[in-house]
């Protein structure tokens, strides 16, 4: 096999093929084994005419198509080892060459990933930013374990802001019923913001078996179409108030919801947990700055194809995490009024900055010769399958080292760059 690469404009490179007329009969008569049994000759059982004899009836090329898909499929890979060339995309196949008595000579166009121009990535300015700890924040989370251990009571008199209405309603757009604008019983805090603007201020003074009529507005980026910037009249009926009954904030509530026997014990526990939290919040903070920030001083020419593949991961993603809440990604966009250009659209710009960033990183990786070290890798894999496994770690370890062994190095080569740029830079408090 000999092969000529032209370097094309654009990220894309062309190879040049040729494969000896001897490895071309071998695949011919591949082909010929594969395909023979199809073919019906008179005066011959089926499967069992000379390759001559097919090809005089069928014609010289009977067995060509095969027989290129067999050299592609052995040739190209290592055409592209052997030069060093890192494809994106799928190649452009055109026959230059192709005859019984020659060699076959092909060529591949194919898009690669482009070159890094590496900036000063070392030195650049970053800004670390403390996260206190304040009263408010601890009163936050308390208020917020008094709230999960609320319980409901019902409630004489009128719909209050925070309330919960358990409600019957039917929207009317022109005088007329639309569909999703009914429900019974529906329970509705007060005050929460879920339906369309003004809806809930209008229930508040509201009793028990009253009907109010609400009048409201649709917003004009509403998900269903129809409705859109319309006015709508809502029927609603009051069948029951709740309130909710919080708990006292004393010893006796923080040895209900914690380990721990008094209110002072339960707010130090949330301090530190709230402390340790800002931490990790300020390191990523950090971390992300200087990763932004080293990105911003690297040029590099994105392929088109990049891009749209990262765009097809994150549809690929989003759908993946929809059908865990019951959707899928068709419902997910017709839910939005959107079609799939329009999705693709409003993912482009992240998708084209994770490309670049994942570039650069790996870019930078190379310069500075950062790898993943086995024992690291298995490290790594070992923490993942204590998370999913506690009888048979080392199983679901080996399980994970057999399919993720790639992500996982990619990850641990990832955090060392971003080490390397956090330590290199100048940190300002």
């Known amino acids: 096999m000999n092969t000529k690469v032209e370097r094309l404009e654009n990220n894309k490179v062309k190879l040049e093929i040729t494969v000896s007329n001897e490895k071309f009969k071998e695949a011919v008569e591949r082909a010929y084994k594969k395909n023979a049994s199809k073919f019906n000759i008179p005066g ?18 009977v067995f060509f198509e095969d027989a290129v898909n067999y050299i592609l499929d052995e040739t190209y890979p290592v055409a592209i080892k052997e030069n060093n060339i890192e494809p994106v995309d799928r190649p452009t196949i055109d026959i230059v060459k192709l005859g019984n008595d020659e060699d076959l000579v092909y060529t591949a166009e194919v898009t690669v990933k482009p070159e890094v121009k590496l900036g000063d990535y070392k030195g650049i300015e970053v800004k670390k930013i403390a996260y206190d700890v304040t009263e408010e924040d601890i009163q936050a989370e308390l208020n917020a374990m008094r ?74 980026e509403y998900h269903a179409e129809n409705l859109k910037g319309k006015p709508a009249l809502f029927k609603v009926k009051i069948n029951e108030i709740k309130t909710k009954l919080l708990p006292e904030l004393d010893d ?92 693709r659209n409003d993912f482009k710009e992240v998708a084209a900055k994770r490309v670049k ?17 086995d024992e690291e890798v298995e490290n790594r894999a070992e923490e993942i399958a204590k998370m999913y496994s506690k009888d048979d770690v080392e199983k679901m370890k080996q399980a994970i080292l057999m399919t993720e062994r790639y992500a996982i190095e990619e990850e641990i080569v990832n955090n060392k760059v971003v080490d390397l740029l956090v330590s290199n830079a100048k940190v300002t408090e």
Not at 255 to 283: G, H, M, P, W, Y
């Open 357 to 373: 960033i994942n570039l650069v990183v790996e870019a930078i990786a190379k310069a500075e010769n950062i790898v993943a070290q």
């Open 147 to 220: 709230e999960r251990s609320a319980r409901l009571t019902t409630k004489d008199g009128e719909v209050a802001n925070g309330d919960i209405a358990v409600i019957d309603f039917e929207g009317f757009v022109d005088g007329v019923a639309f569909e999703g604008g009914k429900a019974e019983n529906y329970s509705l805090t007060i005050g929460s913001g879920t339906f369309i603007p003004g809806f809930e201020d209008q229930l508040i003074g509201a009793k028990v078996g009253e009907t109010v009529d609400v009048n409201v507005t649709f917003p004009e």
């Open 252 to 343: 006796e509530f923080a040895s209900e919801v914690s380990e721990f026997n008094t209110l002072d014990e339960l707010k130090q526990d949330i301090k530190a947990r709230l402390e340790k939290e800002n931490a990790e919040r300020a390191k990523k903070d950090l971390e992300e700055e200087a990763l932004t920030k080293a990105v911003e001083t690297c040029e590099v020419e994105i392929p088109e194809v990049m891009i749209e593949n990262e765009i097809d991961y994150m549809i690929k993603d989003l759908d993946y995490r929809l059908r865990y809440q019951g959707m899928d990604i068709n419902s997910y966009m017709n839910m939005l009024g959107i079609d799939t250009e329009t999705l």
């Open 44 to 61: 011959f059982r089926k499967g069992k005419a000379p390759k001559a004899i097919i090809e005089k009836y069928y014609g010289e090329g």
